[in-house]
């Protein structure tokens, strides 16, 4: 009994809040199963997104990535998922307006730099989810890391992301975003903005669009050096299975689509008005396969 007791203690999942000082603030997070050797981190997207993979924009909670992480460390992988600078809990930082995308990387960095330094993890698979990939896709050879994985990742620039949304669901502003995108590309901000798009090119993220913009996914995915992974979903209606595909090959990545999956990794309907509500719900599972996938591939 004594034996069997000590066996549960050795193999139980572990959950630690971990606190990592960066400027004059912290990132908070959550590292899962720090007793094995094989760390995967996990990015989340854009917005207010926080380390479950929740948005403090909608109504209820989808715990996207917290779902995937107790997959993940059912399998026996140690996870680090977090809260990214101003968002949830990692307050303190420097304003909106004096942000830049690639703050964001830079934090995932330092991140992984601080768990590595404190726990012995002899592997490293980076996981960014949305705009998380792209994060991740940067990071990811400044840390040498073993594997990364595109999870409904960006796959295009992020004008043309947004002009293809805008297109199809309000193609009445579409010459504005694109005139706007002509000067971010040029390097210059927007002082008129339409109120309906004041949201997305408010003044005080300019910069950070600006920044971002000089990062386009084909590039830096071309140029990981892990093994690379995307994932993408049939009914995603933020990053289209094509467009992944399409990254793949030129990449030369492995590519899984999971045809009913949507962008927060829940099986759906297709159309638009039917899955919103999955965004914020909790009772979804995660899509069947996908951690079983993501797990044959780094375990190959």
Do not use: W
């Not at 997207?45 to 996207?64: I, M, Q, V, Y």
């Not at 996914?217 to 995603?236: M, Q, R, T």
């Amino acid at each position: 009994m004594l034996m069997l007791i000590i066996s549960l203690m050795f193999n139980f999942s572990f959950s630690n809040e971990i606190e990592i000082p960066i400027e004059n603030a912290k990132i908070y997070g959550t590292l899962e199963n720090p007793n094995s050797e094989h760390l995967i981190l996990l990015i989340s997207g854009s917005g207010p997104t926080d380390r479950n993979g929740n948005s403090s924009l909608l109504g209820g909670d989808n715990n996207s990535l917290k779902y995937l992480s107790d997959g993940l460390n059912e399998k026996g992988f140690a996870t680090f998922r977090y809260d990214k600078r101003m968002i949830a809990k990692s307050k303190g930082f420097k304003g909106e307006d004096s942000t830049l995308f690639y703050d964001f990387v830079s934090d995932a960095i330092n991140v992984v730099k601080y768990i590595k330094s404190n726990y012995k993890f002899k592997k490293l698979t980076i996981i960014g989810h949305s705009e998380g990939a792209l994060i991740g896709g940067i990071a990811s050879n400044k840390l040498n890391a073993d594997n990364f994985i595109s999870l409904c990742g960006l796959s295009e620039s992020i004008d043309s992301t947004v002009v293809n949304q805008i297109s199809e669901r309000a193609p009445a502003v579409l010459d504005e975003v694109k005139s706007i995108f002509d000067s971010f590309n040029s390097g210059k901000t927007v002082d008129s903005i339409n109120p309906m798009l004041y949201s997305i090119f408010r003044p005080s993220i300019q910069s950070f669009i600006i920044n971002m913009l000089k990062y386009n996914p084909n590039n830096v995915y071309k140029e990981i050096k892990a093994n690379k992974l995307f994932i993408s979903g049939g009914h995603d209606i933020q990053i289209y299975s094509d467009d992944v595909k399409k990254l793949a090959t030129n990449c030369n990545a492995k590519y899984i689509d999971f045809p009913e999956m949507n962008h927060v990794l829940k099986k759906t309907p297709k159309a638009y008005f039917d899955q919103i509500s999955s965004y914020s719900d909790p009772n979804l599972p995660l899509y069947e396969g996908l951690v079983d996938s993501i797990v044959k591939f780094i375990e190959k």
